[in-house]
C-alpha cells in the first residue's frame, strides 16, 4: 500500500517533470542539459522523459488535464529564468490542490489496490 505521498513522489513529480521536459525542448528549443539545469535533475533524466520510456503516466494526464495547462505555463515561466525555489514553490501549490481532489484519491486507491471504502485521502468531504 502506498502513502498519498508516495503516489505524488512516484507517479506525479515525474509525469509533471516530463511534460515540463517536453515542453521545454519542443517549445522553448532549449537542449537536454539546460532543461536538466533548469529543473535540477540529471540530463539522463531527460533524455529518459524525451523517448517516453520513463515518466509520463497517460492516466494521471487524462484524470488531470490541467497537467498540460500548468506545464505550459511554467515551462514559459522557466525559459524566462523563474528561479528554482519559486519553481519547487509552484510545483507544490499545483500537486497540493491535486492531492486534494476526489481524482487523485480515485488514482491513489487504483494505484495502491487500496479497499474502496478507504477514507486516508478524505476524512471528512473532499473537493470534486
Do not use: W
Amino acid at each position: 500500500m502506498l502513502q498519498p505521498s508516495e503516489v505524488t513522489a512516484a507517479k506525479l513529480l515525474p509525469t509533471i517533470r516530463a511534460r515540463l521536459a517536453a515542453e521545454l525542448l519542443q517549445v522553448h528549443g532549449m537542449t537536454q542539459v539546460r532543461v536538466a539545469r533548469a529543473l535540477g535533475i540529471k540530463q539522463a533524466a531527460v533524455s529518459h522523459y524525451n523517448t517516453k520510456s520513463r515518466g509520463l503516466d497517460a492516466d494521471l494526464i487524462k484524470r488531470f488535464p490541467e497537467i498540460d495547462r500548468f506545464c505550459v505555463d511554467l515551462g514559459r515561466q522557466i525559459a524566462s529564468g523563474i528561479s528554482q525555489t519559486e519553481q519547487i514553490s509552484r510545483i507544490d501549490v499545483f500537486c497540493e490542490g491535486l492531492e486534494h481532489t476526489v481524482r487523485f484519491c480515485e488514482y491513489h486507491k487504483k494505484v495502491s489496490d487500496i479497499d474502496p471504502s478507504c477514507a486516508i485521502c478524505f476524512p471528512s468531504p473532499p473537493r470534486p
